[in-house]
């Protein structure tokens, strides 16, 4: 632990530089608004959880002089040699990723508490979630950048690509009335939280361990979520890509945003293939349609029948066999057959058989896979609500934490 301490104190005496420390702080803030307070002894934690005083040089925050009420920040010290080396609340990075790892991977801060006291760090569940938030603030401003590590660069990649939405609860914020919290009941309205998954698959169409999976989600909308989907695929070499799969359910709010962001991403050569299994379920409203007046033996038929055809992707071979099935006298027809025209519009994105025989994907499963550990099994349960500005933060974390970039 000494030895720990004298490497921190000699960095700290190496960045005891004020010019140096004065323009790091104009990138957070103008700088008249801090004067320099001299070398203060501090108390900072080390990766261990011990605790050590070194001398750090300081600034103070002055607020410019004007009438009305008392700046928050009025009086508040700064340590900007610590923060260049990754300090944040005077604690280390390597204690900061411990913590926050915790936070991240059990199911409440209590329970990282707990745990985190077995290996005799002592961090109360309050001081873990204010800490957990402020660790994701440091990244999510470049969250691309801060998220890859450049194997997505490579050439002759096979690219799968896959998004769909889960479900969590969120509750409104404190609204502040003279003063004073107002108080407000947990409405508990469902938001849809957005993931997308971008993995690399090789010749068996298993995933490659050369570049791991990439997962993120966002509160936002469909927009946002394909502008911010589009940020990471600009980063990969997708006009050197071996083959790039788009896989989704039949969700409109997927599919009319694919093709104008490809187009922005200048790439014309790629598969879109509807969910093999949506698909299934979809086709199978039309053959209740079509068994509600059949024997079983004929019913069993007529499904091995339609999904033959749903195999093969000839979807005006399925509309051929409901207009043959359904008489001009028989209900039904119309509206099996609006379905079929609503949900396979786009005949190209359901030819199963030649995707198969080009070993191209055809099941979205990496993705709900994906909102299962991601979202299901920590921010969606019975009595779990969240503000919408820290369910992004976790979601965020969660995805670099549960994919192995958490290092990156």
Not at 132 to 149: C, H, I, K, P, Q
Not at 169 to 189: I, L, V, W
Request: glycine share 6%; net charge positive; proline share 3%.
């Amino acid at each position: 632990m000494a030895q720990m301490q004298q490497e921190l104190q000699a960095c700290l005496d190496v960045l005891n530089c004020l010019f140096f420390l004065k323009e790091i702080l104009k990138t957070k803030g103008p700088e008249k608004k801090y004067k320099y307070a001299g070398i203060r002894s501090v108390r900072v934690t080390l990766m261990n959880g011990s605790r050590v005083m070194v001398r750090s040089p300081s600034f103070i925050f002055i607020p410019p002089k004007r009438r009305g009420p008392r700046t928050a920040n009025k009086g508040v010290v700064r340590h900007p040699a610590l923060e260049i080396l990754g300090f944040l609340d005077k604690k280390s990075p390597e204690f900061l990723s411990i913590v926050v790892r915790s936070a991240v991977s059990n199911p409440s801060f209590q329970a990282a508490s707990e745990e985190l006291s077995f290996r005799r760090f002592f961090v109360s569940h309050e001081q873990i979630r204010i800490l957990t938030y402020r660790y994701a603030d440091l990244f999510l401003g470049e969250r691309v950048e801060n998220s890859l590590d450049g194997s997505e660069k490579q050439a002759g990649l096979n690219i799968e690509i896959t998004i769909d939405g889960g479900r969590t609860r969120m509750r409104e914020d404190y609204k502040k009335k003279n003063g004073r919290r107002k108080k407000t009941t947990y409405k508990g309205k469902w938001r849809e939280p957005i993931l997308f998954s971008i993995r690399i698959l090789n010749e068996k169409g298993e995933l490659a361990q050369e570049v791991p999976q990439l997962l993120d989600a966002t509160m936002k909308n469909w927009k946002n979520a394909f502008a911010l989907l589009e940020k990471y695929l600009a980063r990969y070499n997708l006009k050197e890509a071996q083959k790039i799969t788009f896989l989704a359910d039949g969700s409109n709010s997927i599919w009319s945003n694919l093709d104008p962001m490809m187009k922005r991403l200048g790439i014309s050569e790629y598969k879109s293939v509807v969910d093999y299994m949506h698909a299934k379920q979809n086709l199978n409203i039309v053959i209740d349609m079509m068994n509600k007046k059949q024997t079983k033996a004929a019913g069993k038929k007529t499904r091995e029948k339609m999904y033959e055809l749903l195999w093969k992707g000839d979807i005006n071979g399925m509309k051929e066999n409901i207009d043959t099935f359904f008489n001009s006298k028989r209900r039904g027809k119309k509206a099996a057959l609006n379905k079929i025209n609503n949900y396979f519009e786009h005949h190209e994105r359901f030819v199963y058989e030649k995707l198969t025989e080009k070993d191209y994907p055809i099941g979205s499963g990496s993705v709900e896979s994906a909102i299962r550990r991601v979202i299901n099994m920590k921010l969606k349960g019975n009595g779990i609500f969240w503000l919408e500005k820290n369910c992004e933060k976790m979601l965020y974390l969660r995805c670099q934490f549960l994919t192995g970039r958490w290092n990156t």
